[in-house]
């Protein structure tokens, strides 16, 4: 390459890098605010004009959330549920991948089909079934109503039955030769292999059950049993809304996927690649 095409290079690689930056900033700007709002006066939020940084730095509004609500007990619900839907569904879903994957049996077609087709069905189209039968069945304000229509996630099947149709059915041979049977096979032989696949899908759908909040919020009235994106939303006051209050419990609300995504940033890109390529 000559110097010129060198200079030109560093060139447009400095704006491209430059963009990149400036889009992180903008991206960044409502989180940074967030955090910084919650850390000032409740009067210093509500002014007029931008301050980047508080006049008076102040704890009380996470003292509040966490001493004056009932916050302690929306994070037991969330990680029960988040922690419950996580097991069921990657192992529900890593059964029934191997299935469709090794399995010859009637309606597999048909079943891989409807798999499929399922992501042409939005979640939000079914709320009012789920509520329907979730009441029906006595389970409103329940961690398992929580819960159930929470447990299926297609992408992770996809991703599981792609995975299987990868390893080399000399695998499946040799353990058949040993008179293995299919869940020998399966957690002795296959899972061994694809532990990085689903340690990257656990931690996705965990974030995804965390973060959820439509359902949870339908399928919970009691104060005490929700989860802690809806509890959130209690954290008012008689006499109106207290802004900095109601950021200082979304801090706290985040503050776990957000750790969960800083200590498994691989993992978490890892998953949502799948997914993404699943998808497109």
């Given at each position: 390459m000559t110097a010129t095409g060198i200079r030109r290079a560093n060139f447009w690689g400095g704006v491209i890098t430059a963009l990149t930056i400036l889009m992180a900033l903008i991206w960044a700007f409502p989180l940074y605010w967030g955090v910084i709002s919650s850390l000032k006066p409740e009067d210093e939020v509500v002014r007029p004009y931008i301050e980047?940084?508080?006049?008076?730095?102040?704890?009380?509004?996470?003292?509040?959330?966490?001493?004056?609500?009932?916050?302690?007990?929306?994070?037991v619900n969330s990680i029960a549920v988040a922690v419950g839907v996580t097991?069921?569904?990657?192992?529900?879903?890593?059964?029934?991948?191997?299935?469709?994957?090794?399995?010859?049996?009637?309606?597999?077609?048909?079943?891989?089909?409807?798999?499929?087709?399922?992501?042409?069905?939005?979640?939000?189209?079914?709320?009012?079934?789920?509520?329907?039968?979730?009441?029906?069945?006595?389970l409103i304000n329940t961690w398992a109503g929580i819960m159930l229509p929470q447990l299926i996630h297609p992408v992770i099947i996809i991703v599981y039955k792609q995975f299987f149709d990868q390893v080399p059915h000399d695998f499946r041979e040799a353990a058949v030769m040993d008179n293995a049977g299919e869940f020998r096979i399966l957690f002795r032989v296959y899972l061994p292999m694809n532990w990085g696949v689903t340690t990257a899908l656990s931690i996705v759908c965990f974030i995804w059950t965390w973060n959820a909040f439509l359902w949870p919020f339908l399928s919970v009235t009691r104060t005490e049993m929700m989860t802690i994106t809806v509890g959130i939303t209690q954290v008012n006051d008689a006499f109106g809304v207290y802004y900095a209050r109601e950021l200082a419990a979304a801090v706290l609300a985040g503050l776990p996927v957000a750790l969960a995504y800083l200590l498994f940033q691989r993992r978490v890109t890892e998953a949502i690649t799948l997914s993404a390529g699943i998808k497109g």
């Open positions: 980047l940084w508080p006049e008076n730095l102040t704890f009380q509004h996470y003292v509040h959330a966490l001493t004056a609500t009932q916050i302690g007990a929306w994070y097991v069921i569904t990657i192992v529900t879903s890593m059964l029934c991948g191997y299935a469709l994957s090794q399995l010859q049996f009637p309606g597999r077609k048909l079943l891989w089909w409807l798999i499929l087709a399922s992501f042409m069905v939005p979640t939000q189209a079914l709320i009012i079934n789920h509520f329907v039968l979730t009441s029906q069945l006595g």
